[in-house]
């Protein structure tokens, strides 16, 4: 069984930065890719970035130049550098996970997701 737990979201302004965690609970030598998808108000949960367990990395182009996702195996956590953040951006981030050789973009390639954490950016 595999939990996650996003943290680091906050109310900050057009331009400001974040840093959004995810702490995981996981086996050692698991083959987990692990993502980044967000809601915002009144839209789909969209894909945001996914780095595979070999290191692999593929961000939505919304994002592109923006965002930078890593990992730390030691520590289990998933991390989303946020840098010059726009009021499209707002949105509830959620971090997910699949043991898989497979790198997913949808939600249905992924079998855990934590609670979510909320990221307001206002003009």
């Known amino acids: 069984q595999v939990q996650l737990a996003e943290s680091g979201g906050g109310l900050v302004h057009i331009g400001d930065s974040l840093r959004l965690s995810c702490a995981a609970s996981?086996?050692?030598?698991?083959?987990?890719?692990a993502a980044w998808f967000r809601q915002g108000p009144g839209k789909e949960r969209e894909f945001v970035a996914v780095?595979?367990?070999?290191?692999?990395?593929r961000y939505a182009d919304s994002i592109k130049g923006r965002f930078t996702i890593s990992r730390d195996d030691a520590k289990n956590s998933l991390y989303l550098q946020m840098n010059n953040l726009k009021p499209e951006d707002t949105a509830v981030y959620y971090c997910?996970?699949?043991?898989?050789?497979?790198?997913?973009?949808?939600?249905?390639?992924?079998?855990?997701w934590g609670q979510g954490t909320q990221v307001t950016v206002s003009s």
């Open positions: 997910a996970a699949k043991e898989s050789l497979w790198v997913g973009t949808t939600q249905q390639d992924y079998d855990y």
């Open positions: 996981a086996r050692s030598g698991a083959t987990y890719n």
């Open positions: 780095v595979s367990w070999s290191g692999r990395i």
